[in-house]
């Protein structure tokens, strides 16, 4: 299918994203940066921004997304919000997708833009007094986003970011609760060193349990897969019967100190995480303990953005966004992409929170078991929906001592 190009894409796109937050430390020291994202957050707007787009702002936006291209992109963005994540798609994970676009209430969105991304996104249009109001506007975005998140991201829209000069806003709220397939006992929890990449270390709470793991052996690195709980009640052959499957899955590199290598090579060879979802057969365990973590990162995803090479959308001279708006006082341009994202991981399972706005003004031996997974030094993390492919969340895990 289409969409299982795209979401190999979305799925480089991922580690792009990741590579180059660590690589700059996303305005912190790499050393203590712990980093969370939403891939699937960002896609999901870029999908909404591409379909305001024309010329060569549409052609950046659609390399920019990979080469599956415009039409596979669309129907990963689609399939996402229509069957993967939606409300109804039964039991397992409480998931919450939801695509916004707020337009000024003097303006209107054009016919084609609007059906597309309320028919094909699920997107829900709003409007908003950016011109006469926009503290207004900002508070009404913000209470929706936080709602949408169960109240794990607030304020993502910073004070001052909404002027009268805005026209449009497009959002993405994504919100994942998930218990473990089998949790982790809490009589089995102790402290351990976590070894850091300046050489100390941290004494954090481990989680451990004594029963079978999806854990397997790469170069230079371990995989371990943990399901999430996907029971489902839906009756066999039923329209609901479509059971998503959640995993997370944890790249620990064998070098205490290899936390930049291996993003490196991820980012470089992404045909690499394709693998981990070859892992279905459980190994028995020697030691097994993963550190206990929560991560909340707020960025500016707009240097990132750009730095990788989406720069039309942002350039006030040659930008053409003209699908979205019937008659605007003003061309519009992108100003500002903000991304917001928190993971929390427990004993019970992990939650976690995205939300993402645009303001429009050498060969390895196959995979082998192994008998131990210790992660005690920094890793990468992803969330992934193992049928259709897409990472949800990705992040690294540096010192699971800091607080969010």
């Not at 052996?217 to 329209?239: E, H, I, M, N, W």
């Given at each position: 299918?289409?969409?299982?190009?795209?979401?190999?894409?979305?799925?480089?796109?991922?580690?792009?994203?990741?590579?180059?937050?660590?690589?700059?430390?996303?305005?912190?020291?790499?050393?203590?940066?712990?980093?969370?994202?939403?891939?699937?957050?960002?896609?999901?707007?870029?999908?909404?921004?591409?379909?305001?787009?024309?010329?060569?702002?549409?052609?950046?936006i659609i390399a920019f997304l990979g080469p599956a291209g415009a039409h596979a992109h669309a129907l990963l963005a689609s399939h996402v919000a229509l069957r993967v994540l939606a409300a109804d798609a039964g039991d397992g994970p409480t998931v919450r997708f939801a695509n916004?676009?707020?337009?000024?209430?003097?303006?209107?969105?054009?016919?084609?833009?609007?059906?597309?991304?309320?028919?094909?996104?699920?997107?829900?249009?709003?409007?908003?007094?950016?011109?006469?109001?926009?503290?207004?506007?900002?508070?009404?975005?913000?209470?929706?986003?936080?709602?949408?998140?169960?109240?794990?991201?607030?304020?993502?829209?910073?004070?001052g970011s909404i002027t009268t000069s805005t026209q449009a806003v497009l959002t993405n709220e994504l919100y994942f609760n998930g218990a473990w397939s089998h949790k982790f006992e809490i009589r089995y929890t102790q402290h351990h060193a976590f070894y850091l990449l300046n050489g100390s270390h941290v004494l954090v709470p481990f989680m451990s349990n004594t029963k079978?793991?999806?854990?397997?052996?790469?170069?230079?690195?371990?995989?371990?897969?943990?399901?999430?709980?996907?029971?489902?009640?839906?009756?066999?052959?039923?329209?609901?019967?479509q059971q998503r499957v959640f995993s997370m899955y944890i790249y620990l590199p064998d070098d205490y100190y290899g936390l930049p290598s291996l993003l490196r090579n991820l980012s470089s060879n992404p045909s690499l995480l394709e693998s981990?979802?070859?892992?279905?057969?459980?190994?028995?365990?020697?030691?097994?303990?993963?550190?206990?973590?929560?991560?909340?990162?707020g960025t500016d995803a707009t240097e990132t953005l750009q730095a990788l090479g989406l720069k039309l959308p942002f350039d006030p001279v040659a930008a053409d966004l003209s699908?979205?708006?019937?008659?605007?006082?003003?061309?519009?341009?992108v100003s500002k992409v903000h991304h917001m994202c928190f993971v929390e991981v427990n004993e019970e399972g992990t939650e976690a929170a995205a939300a993402t706005f645009f303001n429009p003004v050498p060969g390895c031996p196959p995979m082998m078991p192994v008998d131990d997974f210790v992660a005690n030094h920094p890793f990468i993390f992803l969330i992934k929906e193992d049928r259709s492919g897409v990472v949800v969340f990705a992040g690294q895990v540096t010192n699971p001592s800091l607080l969010a």
């Open positions: 299918m289409e969409h299982a190009d795209a979401a190999r894409d979305e799925a480089a796109f991922s580690m792009r994203v990741l590579h180059h937050m660590s690589s700059r430390g996303d305005g912190l020291s790499s050393v203590t940066a712990n980093l969370a994202v939403s891939p699937l957050s960002l896609h999901a707007a870029l999908v909404l921004l591409g379909a305001s787009a024309r010329g060569a702002t549409l052609d950046q916004g676009v707020w337009i000024d209430a003097a303006l209107r969105l054009t016919d084609a833009y609007a059906h597309q991304v309320t028919e094909h996104y699920l997107a829900e249009v709003r409007s908003v007094p950016f011109k006469s109001q926009p503290e207004e506007a900002t508070r009404q975005m913000n209470e929706w986003i936080e709602a949408a998140t169960a109240g794990r991201i607030k304020n993502p829209i910073p004070a079978n793991q999806y854990i397997a052996r790469r170069c230079g690195y371990k995989v371990l897969r943990l399901p999430y709980d996907a029971r489902s009640t839906a009756t066999p052959g039923s329209s609901q019967h981990s979802g070859t892992m279905r057969n459980k190994v028995p365990m020697g030691a097994f303990m993963v550190p206990k973590f929560t991560v909340s990162c699908e979205m708006v019937e008659a605007p006082p003003e061309p519009l341009v």
